[in-house]
């Protein structure tokens, strides 16, 4: 079982930034990959970033170039740089841990955190 936890969401005006961090209970945490996904209101959750254990990473077209995954194995958290935000990026933000296959879909990943509100205002 491992247990994440994600903090850094809140409100901010378009153009802003925001850091979210994911904070992991497994160890070794740097043989996993790890992702975040969010969940706009009435849409399907959707991949943003992965980042697999040689820290490869990948982004979804719509964030590329505006957001960056990052790791610390020393402390067993993810983190998701998020600059030049716009209001349809405002959603629940999800990170989780990769079971392999697809870094796109979420059948792939088998534990969750709870969330994390982000709000982006025009």
């Known amino acids: 079982q491992v247990q994440l936890v994600e903090s850094g969401g809140g409100l901010v005006q378009a153009g802003g930034s925001l850091r979210l961090s994911c904070a992991a209970s497994?160890?070794?945490?740097?043989?996993?990959?790890m992702g975040w996904f969010r969940q706009a209101p009435g849409k399907e959750r959707e991949f943003v970033a992965a980042?697999?254990?040689?820290?490869?990473?990948y982004y979804a077209d719509s964030v590329k170039g505006r957001f960056t995954i990052s790791r610390d194995n020393a402390k067993n958290t993810v983190y998701l740089q998020m600059n030049s935000l716009k209001p349809e990026d405002t959603a629940i933000y999800y990170c989780?841990?990769?079971?392999?296959?697809?870094?796109?879909?979420?059948?792939?990943?088998?534990?969750w955190g709870q969330g994390t509100q982000v709000t982006v205002s025009s």
């Open positions: 989780a841990t990769g079971l392999g296959g697809s870094l796109y879909s979420e059948r792939n990943y088998a534990y």
């Open positions: 497994k160890r070794p945490f740097s043989s996993y990959t």
């Open positions: 980042i697999n254990w040689s820290d490869n990473t």
